[in-house]
C-alpha cells in the first residue's frame, strides 16, 4: 500500500479514488494513513506546548460513567473512566501515550515502530495497531517463549502485521537496541519505545487525560476524592500527577502496583516521580513534586506479575455481573480488586472514587484456565 506524502492529505483526511483506482484500493489506501496527520495545535490546550507532534489515533474524550450497581454494593460512590473505550484495536490507555510518541517517530521520518514487553503486552498490541494505521512496520520485543498457538493480545499482534521477536525471560524489551542495530543495518529508521510506553513523552497523553477527566467532573457537579488505577511502567501514573497539578485536579492519584519489583530497579515509586517531574517539564507546566505526591499501594501484587489469584477471579467476576463491564486478569483485574478492597477498608475519601479503566480485555481469553474455577466439591 502506498501511503501519500504529508503535505497532500487534506484538512479532512479523506481520500478521493484516483482514476483508474478500484473501489477496494481506494479503500486499502485511505485506511494505511488516516492518522498520518501530525497536530502541532496544542495551544488549544492551555497545559500543553503547541510544538509538541501528535498523532490522531485515539477515539476522545472517554466516557465518565457511574457505577451505580458497584457503589450500592460498596457503600461508597463510584466512577468508571472508560479508557478501555479509546478504539485502538480493542482500546486501552496506552493510545494516550502513543498518540505522542507516534507523533514523534512520524515528525523524525521513521520507518518503524519497536517495542517489548510480555506476550500478552497490551501496549505492544496498541503499538502494533497504531504502526497499521499510519504505515509503519512494526516490531514487537516479547518475553517468553513463541506459543503453539496465538491467543489474545498475541493473536491480534500478528493480524495486525507485528513481527515477534522472542526473548526467554527478558520481558521488558532488554533486546531492543541490539535488534534496532539489526533493522538500521538493513537500512530501516526505527524508532524506539520505551517499555509500555513510559517517559516524559508518553506521559503527556495522562497530563492531557488529567485535564479531560476534570472538565468531564466539572460538567457532572462532581468533584473526585480518589483516582485508581493499575501502576505498572509508571507513565500513567506519572502523567496523571503532573496533569492534576496542572488541571487543579485536587483528587488523591492512587496506583495499584501491578509488577513486583527486581533485583536492581529504580524503586518504582522513584521512576514515577520521575517521570511526573519530567512530564511536566517538557509540557512546560509550572510544578514541583516529591515523594508525597506518589501514592502507591503495593500490597496487592500476589503472585506476581500475571499470576492470576483469588483476587483478580473475584473482582473479574463482581464488575462483570454487577455492571457488565470486563477487566483483564493482569492489570486491571488487578487494580480494581484492590479497589474493592480498599474500599471496604475505609481507605478512601467521601468520593466519588474513579476507577480508571485501562483496557486489557483481550487477554482474559489467554486466561482461561487461570479464571475458569471449578467450585468445591464438583
Known amino acids: 500500500?502506498?501511503?501519500?506524502?504529508?503535505?497532500?492529505?487534506?484538512?479532512?483526511?479523506?481520500?478521493?479514488?484516483?482514476?483508474?483506482?478500484?473501489?477496494?484500493?481506494?479503500?486499502?489506501?485511505?485506511?494505511?494513513?488516516?492518522?498520518?496527520?501530525?497536530?502541532?495545535?496544542?495551544?488549544?490546550?492551555?497545559?500543553?506546548?503547541?510544538?509538541?507532534?501528535?498523532?490522531?489515533?485515539?477515539?476522545?474524550?472517554?466516557?465518565?460513567?457511574?457505577?451505580?450497581?458497584?457503589?450500592?454494593?460498596?457503600?461508597?460512590?463510584?466512577?468508571?473512566?472508560?479508557?478501555?473505550?479509546?478504539?485502538?484495536?480493542?482500546?486501552?490507555?496506552?493510545?494516550?501515550?502513543?498518540?505522542?510518541?507516534?507523533?514523534?517517530?512520524?515528525?523524525?521520518?521513521?520507518?518503524?515502530?519497536?517495542?517489548?514487553?510480555?506476550?500478552?503486552?497490551?501496549?505492544?498490541?496498541?503499538?502494533?495497531?497504531?504502526?497499521?494505521?499510519?504505515?509503519?512496520?512494526?516490531?514487537?520485543?516479547?518475553?517468553?517463549?513463541?506459543?503453539?498457538?496465538?491467543?489474545?493480545?498475541?493473536?491480534l499482534d500478528r493480524l495486525l502485521g507485528a513481527t515477534v521477536h522472542w526473548c526467554g525471560p527478558l520481558r521488558k524489551g532488554e533486546k531492543i537496541p541490539e535488534i534496532a542495530d539489526e533493522l538500521r543495518r538493513k537500512g530501516k529508521k526505527p524508532y524506539i519505545i520505551p517499555y509500555g510506553g513510559s517517559n516524559a513523552l508518553g506521559a503527556l497523553g495522562f497530563v492531557e487525560a488529567a485535564a479531560e477527566l476534570k472538565s468531564q467532573l466539572d460538567a457532572m457537579g462532581e468533584t473526585a476524592s480518589d483516582i485508581v488505577f493499575p501502576s505498572s511502567s509508571g507513565g500513567t501514573h506519572g502523567g496523571l500527577i503532573a496533569g492534576a497539578a496542572a488541571a487543579g485536579l485536587r483528587a488523591r492519584i492512587v496506583g495499584i502496583q501491578i509488577d513486583k519489583g527486581e533485583a536492581g530497579d529504580l524503586p518504582f515509586a522513584n521512576r514515577v516521580l520521575e517521570i511526573a517531574r519530567d512530564s511536566a517539564s517538557l509540557a512546560g507546566i509550572a510544578a514541583s513534586f516529591s515523594n508525597r505526591d506518589v501514592h502507591l499501594e503495593s500490597g496487592f501484587t500476589g503472585g506476581g506479575y500475571g499470576v492470576v489469584g483469588e483476587l483478580e477471579r473475584d473482582a473479574i467476576a463482581l464488575l462483570a455481573g454487577l455492571e457488565g463491564i470486563l477487566v483483564d486478569p493482569v492489570y486491571t483485574g488487578r487494580a480494581f480488586g484492590a479497589l474493592v478492597k480498599l474500599a471496604q477498608a475505609g481507605a478512601f475519601g467521601s468520593g466519588p472514587v474513579v476507577f480508571w479503566h485501562t483496557g486489557g480485555s483481550p487477554a482474559i481469553f489467554s486466561y482461561a484456565n487461570e479464571l475458569t474455577v471449578n467450585p468445591a466439591g464438583s
Open 1 to 155: 500500500m502506498i501511503c501519500p506524502p504529508q503535505d497532500q492529505i487534506g484538512e479532512d483526511k479523506a481520500l478521493v479514488p484516483r482514476a483508474g483506482m478500484s473501489i477496494d484500493s481506494a479503500l486499502l489506501t485511505y485506511c494505511d494513513c488516516p492518522s498520518i496527520v501530525i497536530d502541532r495545535q496544542h495551544d488549544k490546550d492551555e497545559h500543553m506546548k503547541p510544538d509538541i507532534p501528535k498523532a490522531k489515533l485515539g477515539f476522545l474524550p472517554t466516557p465518565l460513567a457511574p457505577l451505580g450497581r458497584l457503589s450500592k454494593f460498596l457503600g461508597l460512590r463510584v466512577l468508571i473512566k472508560r479508557d478501555d473505550l479509546t478504539g485502538l484495536a480493542l482500546g486501552g490507555n496506552k493510545t494516550r501515550k502513543l498518540e505522542y510518541l507516534v507523533g514523534a517517530a512520524l515528525a523524525e521520518g521513521c520507518d518503524t515502530l519497536i517495542t517489548g514487553g510480555a506476550a500478552q503486552s497490551n501496549h505492544c498490541r496498541q503499538t502494533a495497531a497504531a504502526a497499521a494505521m499510519t504505515g509503519l512496520d512494526c516490531h514487537l520485543v516479547l518475553g517468553g517463549e513463541e506459543p503453539e498457538l496465538a491467543g489474545g493480545n498475541l493473536l
